[in-house]
């Protein structure tokens, strides 16, 4: 699983998130995207921030918009 920030910062954009933060804390929470390793506890954390800052949005839906626009899933199959 990769996260990507200029992902996360389009899906935030395109679905008004994020609008009751300043510059500064939008900044440190595309920071923390960029600093941490793609897992649901880190996607629930950041999700949790976004929404802290969000109108009328719930973890459960800014969770879904993040991994449907900033997380890419790649499976490894080992063959025989």
Do not use: W
């Not at 595309?30 to 109108?55: F, Q, R, T, W």
Request: charged letters at 25%; a negative charge; proline letters at 1%.
């Amino acid at each position: 699983m990769t996260g990507s920030v200029s992902s996360a910062e389009c899906g935030t954009r395109r679905h008004d998130l994020y609008t009751r933060g300043d510059n500064e804390a939008y900044a440190r929470m595309l920071l923390s995207v960029g600093a941490s390793m793609p897992s649901y506890e880190n996607l629930y954390l950041i999700a949790k921030d976004i929404c802290v800052h969000s109108v009328d949005q719930t973890v459960t839906n800014i969770m879904y918009l993040l991994e449907k626009y900033a997380v890419s899933k790649t499976f490894e199959i080992e063959e025989e």
